[in-house]
């Protein structure tokens, strides 16, 4: 049976949607990188860009010259949101304990999940992450993109957010790390009605369900992971948006029992793909 979805799926145009130039996207050179130091001093920090492997330090640097070289009116939170943060890692390294306060209760009108509260308890030193709350957003089924949307997104959180995100969280949300309060309905508002793109869960309620890449792309899979975690997302919407348990609850679909979205590792109820019965040989085939 052919996959239909519940509602008519508009299809986006960057290039209708975008906030940047291209100039702006692309506003630093390779050398300008190499000799930028940002404002705070954070030699442990920086241990964690040395060896063969990728680095979020290094990626945040990048970020953090990105926004200094934006103009002020093309963000609408502090530009030194990267270098606070990097700057309050360092002061964490340095007395051997977190500096984030715990998140308390925020997030958008009419849902009680998907947005995670996170203040820093040394705002006086990094006022821009005074606030730094993070927003899960509902992955699509098996994580299919296309480059429209992905540039929208990463416009949209460059403007109204720290421009950070994690692609994707252990959740199987894409993350969206760090922004202020006021900033929380203008992102849900854009994500929801301009984007057909809904929160994820959080909190005591049903956390956002994840399924295998399944039958999309794998010859493994025994029934379509993609159809259901769809379906039971869908049909579950009150639990996922409003926490009614008294504790967090997931569903995970695994196509077969090579198990790769973990669900017997990471959810409170697995869906695993298995023969039916005896296993048929179609002697004509
Ligand atoms: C007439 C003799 C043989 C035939 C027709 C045959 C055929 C095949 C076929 C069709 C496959 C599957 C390839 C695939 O994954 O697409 C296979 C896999 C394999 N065969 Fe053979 N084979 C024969 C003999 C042998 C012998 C003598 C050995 C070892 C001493 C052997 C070891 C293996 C192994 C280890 C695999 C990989 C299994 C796996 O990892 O899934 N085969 N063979
Ligand atoms: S769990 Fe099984 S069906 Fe799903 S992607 Fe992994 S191997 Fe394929």
């Given at each position: 049976m052919a996959f239909e979805p519940r509602e008519p799926q508009?299809?986006?145009?960057?290039?209708?949607?975008r906030i940047y130039t291209d100039e702006e996207l692309s506003n630093y050179t390779e050398e300008e990188l190499k000799n930028f130091k940002i404002k705070h001093d954070i030699p442990d920090v920086e241990e964690l860009e040395k060896g063969p492997?990728?680095?979020?330090?290094?990626?945040?640097?990048?970020?953090?010259?990105?926004?200094?070289?934006?103009?002020?009116?093309?963000?609408?939170?502090?530009?030194?949101?990267?270098?606070?943060?990097?700057?309050?890692?360092?002061?964490?390294?340095?007395?051997?304990?977190?500096?984030?306060?715990h998140g308390g209760i925020v997030g958008v009108f009419g849902y009680g999940g998907g947005v995670i509260g996170r203040y820093s308890d040394v705002p006086e030193k990094y006022p821009s992450i005074a606030h730094f709350h993070t927003l899960r957003v509902n992955q699509p089924a098996s994580k299919f993109y296309n480059s429209d949307y992905l540039r929208t997104i990463c416009d949209l959180w460059e403007y109204r957010g720290s421009g950070l995100m994690n692609m994707h969280g252990s959740t199987g949300d894409i993350i969206f790390l760090g922004t202020f309060t006021e900033q929380l309905e203008p992102i849900f508002y854009e994500l929801t009605h301009v984007l057909q793109q809904d929160l994820g869960g959080s909190g005591s309620n049903l956390r956002t369900p994840?399924?295998?890449?399944?039958?999309?792309?794998?010859?493994?899979?025994?029934?379509?992971?993609?159809?259901?975690?769809?379906?039971?997302?869908?049909?579950?919407?009150?639990?996922?948006?409003?926490?009614?348990?008294?504790?967090?609850?997931?569903?995970?679909?695994?196509?077969?029992?090579?198990?790769?979205?973990?669900s017997i590792a990471r959810a409170d109820m697995s869906f695993i793909g298995t023969w039916r019965d005896e296993i048929r040989i179609d002697q004509e085939a």
């Amino acid at each position: 049976m052919a996959f239909e979805p519940r509602e008519p799926q508009k299809e986006l145009k960057y290039d209708e949607l975008r906030i940047y130039t291209d100039e702006e996207l692309s506003n630093y050179t390779e050398e300008e990188l190499k000799n930028f130091k940002i404002k705070h001093d954070i030699p442990d920090v920086e241990e964690l860009e040395k060896g063969p492997w990728p680095s979020f330090v290094a990626d945040a640097k990048r970020e953090a010259l990105h926004r200094r070289k934006l103009s002020d009116d093309r963000m609408m939170i502090e530009r030194d949101v990267v270098e606070d943060l990097l700057g309050q890692l360092q002061l964490s390294f340095d007395d051997g304990e977190t500096h984030w306060k715990h998140g308390g209760i925020v997030g958008v009108f009419g849902y009680g999940g998907g947005v995670i509260g996170r203040y820093s308890d040394v705002p006086e030193k990094y006022p821009s992450i005074a606030h730094f709350h993070t927003l899960r957003v509902n992955q699509p089924a098996s994580k299919f993109y296309n480059s429209d949307y992905l540039r929208t997104i990463c416009d949209l959180w460059e403007y109204r957010g720290s421009g950070l995100m994690n692609m994707h969280g252990s959740t199987g949300d894409i993350i969206f790390l760090g922004t202020f309060t006021e900033q929380l309905e203008p992102i849900f508002y854009e994500l929801t009605h301009v984007l057909q793109q809904d929160l994820g869960g959080s909190g005591s309620n049903l956390r956002t369900p994840s399924c295998c890449v399944g039958r999309a792309r794998c010859e493994w899979a025994c029934f379509d992971t993609q159809d259901m975690c769809y379906e039971l997302t869908h049909y579950y919407q009150d639990e996922l948006h409003r926490p009614a348990f008294p504790y967090k609850f997931k569903f995970k679909f695994d196509g077969c029992p090579n198990c790769c979205v973990a669900s017997i590792a990471r959810a409170d109820m697995s869906f695993i793909g298995t023969w039916r019965d005896e296993i048929r040989i179609d002697q004509e085939a």
